[in-house]
């Protein structure tokens, strides 16, 4: 039975897929969040504790901690203040204390300092960031360059404004599309937006976080970035093949759910899955979706002591112009060197890597959108035998830039 959490995924695949790949399947599951809450004395102490209440009503329905949601406040004033790092809670109840204690700072607006902090903070490689600016936008300072830096950093920049903010600077930095990463709201209304904000959130891990983590001929793992918690909400999937020769598969999942094995499925058949979170509050209008090709059967040796590497190759990370593929077992003292080749089917190019025996992992870029791949990984061992295997995934559908 497949564990859902950490190393036990990849164990139970009775391989292992080193160092590269467990550092991304440690990080596959973490996103970041920091807070830029204007503390400064332009606000009034009734706004100031307005804007912290909707934070704490905004974050209440994620699982917090490293593998889920990480949280960080930093406040703007005369100085920035780091009222908590991201890896400081990891439960809502840690956190909703500690935004009931922070305190207003007064003093000036230097918005400019703190973007600099926040730059030192989020600096982590391959998990979504989420820079959550809370304003009244009152003399914000020189922005537009630091903004700039962070957003290059990967740093999605969201904005609330009370009403009375500078409309023109915030319209400037934030991260595309504006209708739902800007808000300008009367702090006494600010509720509103509550649930608008939380989607829009969540919309910025979705394209790459439902991915393919292990495939064979009869099943398939599927794996996602949690959005909600076992007691905020729930998980839809549903998948069938695209032939639909079979009845639409459904289930439901617990809110603390990452990933799902499908099985009984056909050999060498293209299967479509689709994700939604359910939240128990209201609809979240997110739907995960993916295109899954089995293996044929005549690709799949039974893992033993002494198959031959590649035995298992699986695919994830897919995204508009990437795929990631992985195979093993590693073998170092049979194994010379690794080739993967890839191609678009029916008749692309075939472009080839090589890789030394020790890489179990690469990621293949410069791919076209929404096209099928066939991937083969062959390994040539100390005998002079070559052995390969093949499999196909797909590209995602590209999206048009706003």
């Excluded at 790949?21 to 102490?45: F, R, Y």
């Excluded at 599927?222 to 459904?250: F, V």
Aim: aromatic content about 6%; charged content about 20%.
């Amino acid at each position: 039975m497949l564990p859902g959490e950490d190393a036990g995924l990849f164990t139970s695949l009775r391989f292992s897929l080193g160092d590269v790949a467990a550092e991304q399947h440690a990080n596959c599951c973490t996103w970041d969040i920091l807070l830029l809450l204007d503390s400064s004395g332009s606000l009034a102490n009734y706004e100031f504790s307005r804007l912290l209440h909707f934070t704490a009503e905004l974050l209440r329905p994620f699982s917090l901690g490293r593998g889920h949601v990480r949280v960080g406040l930093l406040q703007v004033g005369t100085t920035p203040n780091l009222k908590f790092d991201l890896d400081v809670h990891s439960s809502q109840e840690s956190l909703q204390t500690a935004l009931q204690s922070v305190s207003h700072l007064q003093g000036d607006t230097n918005t400019v300092a703190a973007l600099k902090v926040a730059q030192r903070l989020l600096t982590e490689k391959n998990v979504p960031k989420v820079l959550l600016w809370l304003t009244d936008g009152v003399e914000p300072g020189d922005v537009d360059k630091p903004m700039t830096e962070l957003k290059a950093q990967g740093v999605s920049v969201l904005i609330i404004s009370t009403v009375h903010g500078n409309y023109q600077v915030l319209q400037r930095v934030v991260t595309p599309p504006l209708e739902s990463h800007l808000y300008s709201v009367d702090i006494d209304n600010i509720d509103i937006i509550t649930e608008d904000l939380r989607e829009a959130i969540i919309k910025i891990i979705r394209a790459e976080r439902l991915s393919v983590v292990h495939l064979t001929s009869h099943s398939a793992v599927l794996q996602w970035r949690p959005i909600l918690r076992a007691d905020s909400g729930y998980y839809e999937l549903w998948y069938n093949s695209i032939l639909k020769t079979e009845p639409e598969s459904r289930r439901t999942l617990s809110g603390d759910s990452s990933w799902v094995e499908l099985t009984n499925l056909q050999p060498d058949t293209t299967y479509t899955a689709s994700l939604r979170p359910e939240s128990n509050h209201r609809l979240v209008h997110l739907n995960l979706m993916l295109v899954v090709i089995t293996l044929p059967v005549s690709l799949l040796p039974a893992l033993t002591s002494d198959v031959l590497s590649p035995a298992v190759v699986s695919v994830s990370d897919s995204g508009p112009h990437q795929i990631r593929v992985s195979w093993g077992p590693l073998q170092l003292a049979r194994v010379q060197r690794y080739t993967v080749e890839y191609g678009a089917i029916p008749s692309g190019h075939v472009q080839t890597v090589t890789l030394d025996s020790h890489k179990n992992s690469t990621l293949l870029t410069g791919l076209e959108p929404g096209a099928q791949y066939l991937i083969t990984v062959s390994a040539l061992h100390m005998n002079g035998k070559e052995i390969a295997m093949s499999v196909r995934a797909c590209t995602q559908e590209g999206t048009l830039s706003v």
